[in-house]
């Protein structure tokens, strides 16, 4: 990021550290990431603490173009704490489940020029678009 540039902020909420494992992955392909946080709730966390972590680090992310939240499982504690940040907090943020390697990579390459909605929905397409079937595709190479 140079000077002023301003770059949607990204929080990874996940189970234990799946989220640091998933931010170290995609420093191995692209280098240093700037502005990318993550949170790992682990056995015997308070959850009203790991609730205000994610608050602040909402809040810290935050460069006026809002911050991408992505949790691990929909319904989950991870998840919930994005929920419960939403009445605490006046920061723009979308938070997406089922976060995988391919919607991080989505996220992290096309954040800047983007705004928070379209970042939201290429994510998601990207999270689509990488499930595959090894089998399948190697048949459609054959044809």
């Known amino acids: ?3 002023d540039e301003k770059m949607i902020g990204i929080l ?3 189970h234990e550290d799946f989220g640091k ?3 170290k992955s995609a420093e191995l392909v692209l280098g240093s990431i700037e502005n990318v946080k993550t949170l790992g709730l682990h056995r ?3 959850i009203e603490l790991f609730c205000d972590r994610v608050k602040k680090e909402i809040e810290a992310l935050n460069q006026d173009d809002g911050v991408l ?3 691990d499982l929909f319904g989950a504690s991870p998840y919930n704490a994005a929920a419960v940040a939403s009445s605490k907090i006046t920061v723009p943020y979308k938070c997406i ?3 995988s390697f391919p919607m991080l990579l989505e996220a992290i390459t096309t954040r800047n020029g983007s705004d928070l909605d379209t ?3 290429s994510c998601m397409i990207a999270g689509m678009m990488g499930i595959k079937e090894l089998f399948e595709e190697l048949s459609k190479v054959k044809k």
């Open 1 to 3: 990021m140079k000077g």
């Open 12 to 14: 990874l909420l996940t």
């Open 21 to 23: 494992a998933m931010l």
């Open 44 to 46: 015997g966390d308070d």
């Open 69 to 71: 939240v992505f949790a």
């Open 97 to 99: 489940t089922g976060l």
């Open 119 to 121: 970042l939201t929905k």
